[in-house]
């Protein structure tokens, strides 16, 4: 598969640096079912010293890889396209907002390294374009936790794994952490609903809190829940309501893609700055 077809609804890039991780992150995408979409693979490359710039850098062209990815028919992709340019690929790929999704590995190298750990996944996790899928299993996603809490990113979420191709079949599980009122229990019951709107099967939790406890930690709460179930993916929101204040990048979102063991999807709000 070339170039993108003329019927394609939807667009997925994928940020690739060739690493293991993105390797991964490559049998990730190829093991969904994609009609309608197509893949831009975003191959960024380190400037020359005379060529660098803080602020400027030449627009994405296609090329051809020495190694170009191909998917099997199975994906059932319109086409896969690889683009190229030389700058700093947090920027690059925040800057492309042509796409519906974003897919990385968990690993990366050269300027991808800290993609997990630090300036790159929480650069991408901040960035106002698409919902976002670190990839850390190359198997089909069957088994889905979404931890929602009522607010508007939480929704965002919720609404980007709805729409994905692959969604029917899947077994979700909407999780909520009560704070003592019945917010949590509509979010999960609104959530659950849509999920089966779409040919999910899906079911609703919500965790009560301890009454001998004055305070509730949803990072821990879910990522017990993470070890408990084992799902294929996480899904959440980068940022939640009043009460849920922590459950922002570097917080429970950042604690859950960095303690997950499955993939991660994280998707916000764009209306909210």
Do not use: Y
Not at 7 to 21: A, I, K, M, Y
Not at 219 to 242: K, N, Q, Y
């Amino acid at each position: 598969m070339a170039a993108r077809m003329t019927d394609v609804e939807h667009v997925l890039t994928f940020g690739d640096d060739h690493s293991p991780g993105a390797d991964l992150a490559w049998e990730w995408v190829c093991s969904q079912t994609w009609p309608g979409w197509s893949v831009d693979v975003v191959s960024v490359t380190d400037p020359a010293p005379e060529l660098s710039s803080l602020f400027t850098h030449e627009p994405l062209h296609e090329f051809t890889p020495e190694t170009p990815r191909t998917a099997p028919p199975s994906a059932q992709l319109a086409g896969v396209r690889h683009l190229t340019t030389a700058f700093d690929p947090r920027i690059v790929l925040c800057e492309k907002n042509d796409g519906d999704l974003l897919v990385i590995g968990a690993r990366g190298q050269g300027l991808l390294k800290s993609m997990l750990l630090g300036s790159t996944a929480e650069w991408l996790m901040r960035c106002p374009t698409t919902p976002l899928v670190i990839a850390r299993e190359g198997s089909p996603v069957h088994r889905v936790l979404v931890c929602v809490d009522g607010s508007s990113h939480a929704d965002a979420a919720v609404s980007a794994l709805a729409a994905m191709p692959w969604i029917a079949g899947c077994d979700i599980e909407v999780l909520a952490v009560s704070e003592g009122d019945d917010d949590a229990r509509r979010a999960a019951r609104l959530s659950a609903e849509r999920f089966r709107a779409v040919g999910a099967t899906a079911s609703a939790r919500v965790l009560e809190p301890d009454p001998m406890i004055l305070t509730i930690n949803p990072r821990d709460r879910i990522l017990e829940e993470l070890r408990a179930t084992a799902p294929d993916l996480v899904v959440l929101g980068t940022s939640g309501r009043t009460g849920w204040s922590r459950l922002m990048v570097g917080s429970v979102a950042g604690a859950v893609a960095h303690a997950a063991e499955c993939s991660v999807m994280l998707a916000r709000d764009l209306s909210v700055d």
